[in-house]
């Protein structure tokens, strides 16, 4: 004691507190990395990930993130997302199924290519499908002739939905409804509607998926409140990135001060150094659900708990 006291100079405490200091650094490290996180939506068919999807995939992991759905969202995308399953056994997993921006190229034979597709035990959900009113790619009318046929496969293979809705809540429900007897389970990925709609959408038993969206969102009655109010209970929530779209902003000024001191410089490094606007990765998932417990006023690692868990028991993984 003594001796260590001596060569450590005359200025022993200054030492101790640095040594400390970096300790729990350390400790704080070892918790943030211990984070075991599901990417539940990812579209890393997207060519923008064609150059170096093994330094992506292995980003997300040293960032915690242990499994990634890769998005299915036309024919041929499923069937490459598939393939990426092969690549990384254990880590990716797929779905398949259109999306209603190309609902437009639905053919006689596109229900049996996905059903095939969804007969490996890779695929695990049908999807990407659903409604976009906001965008209309393709005829509404299409879009939901298009949607219902992949509800009614969900329900003939037993395999989660995975769905997309933006300004089409009411016949969203109107249709959902109609195989409320035999749908098997679902979630609303990407969130980004009222309070009501997600009452409404908990209320038929569905799942709710955020992204990093919530950085945006500036309504009064949008995901913010609805996390603050505490309206999706945490056995319902599920966290995606949607990668490379809908990257967290988290320096932007709409983001009050305390959700920003909820983010851990851990994950804020891979935020900052990996993501952007023109692509966003799975690496920024912890960021999303740090800012998600934050605004939820939970700890963040009781939310990623929940998250990975319903992950777990909706898609089936090992
Ligand atoms: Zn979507």
Redesign the pocket.
């Known amino acids: 004691m003594a001796d260590s006291k001596t060569k450590s100079g005359n200025n022993p405490v200054k030492i101790a507190d640095n040594i400390s200091e970096l300790k729990i650094k350390q400790i704080e490290d070892e918790v943030a990395s211990s984070y075991l996180l599901v990417d539940i ?1 990812a579209n890393l068919t997207n060519s923008k990930y064609s150059r170096d999807l093994d330094s992506v995939v292995e980003r997300a992991k040293d960032a915690g993130v242990k499994k990634i759905m890769v ?1 299915g969202a036309s024919v041929q995308c499923s069937k490459e997302a598939l393939r990426l399953t092969r690549l990384y056994p254990g880590m990716l997993y797929s779905s398949a199924g259109i ?1 209603p921006h190309d609902a437009k190229t639905w053919t006689d034979d596109c229900y049996d290519t996905i059903k095939e597709l969804a007969s490996n035990p890779e695929c695990v959900a049908i999807g ?1 499908c ?1 409604l ?1 009113f906001n965008r209309n790619f393709s005829p509404q009318d299409v879009q939901m002739e298009v949607f219902e046929k992949q509800v009614q496969l969900a329900c003939e293979v037993g395999k989660p939905l995975f769905l ?1 809705e933006r300004d089409a809540h009411d016949d969203m429900v109107r249709i959902l409804g109609k195989f409320k007897d035999r749908m098997p389970p679902a979630v609303l ?2 969130f980004t509607g009222t309070s009501a709609q997600a009452l409404k959408y908990l209320e038929m038993g569905l799942y709710i998926g955020l992204t990093g969206f919530l950085w945006k969102d500036k309504s009064d009655d949008g995901v913010r409140s609805i996390l603050e109010k505490g309206l999706i209970p945490l056995d319902r929530l599920l966290i995606e990135t ?1 990668a490379p779209f809908m990257y967290p902003n988290v320096r932007g000024s709409k983001i009050p001060a305390n959700i920003k001191q909820a983010l851990s410089d851990r994950s804020l490094s891979f935020l900052n150094r990996y993501c952007t606007f023109q692509r966003n990765e799975p690496c920024a998932l912890p960021v999303i659900v740090e800012m998600i417990a934050a605004y939820m006023k939970r700890p963040v690692e009781e939310v990623a708990m929940a998250t990975t868990i319903n992950a777990i028991k909706l898609f089936g993984f090992s």
Do not use: F, P
């Open positions: 939506g998005t999306h990407e659903g976009d997309h990925h990407c949607d």
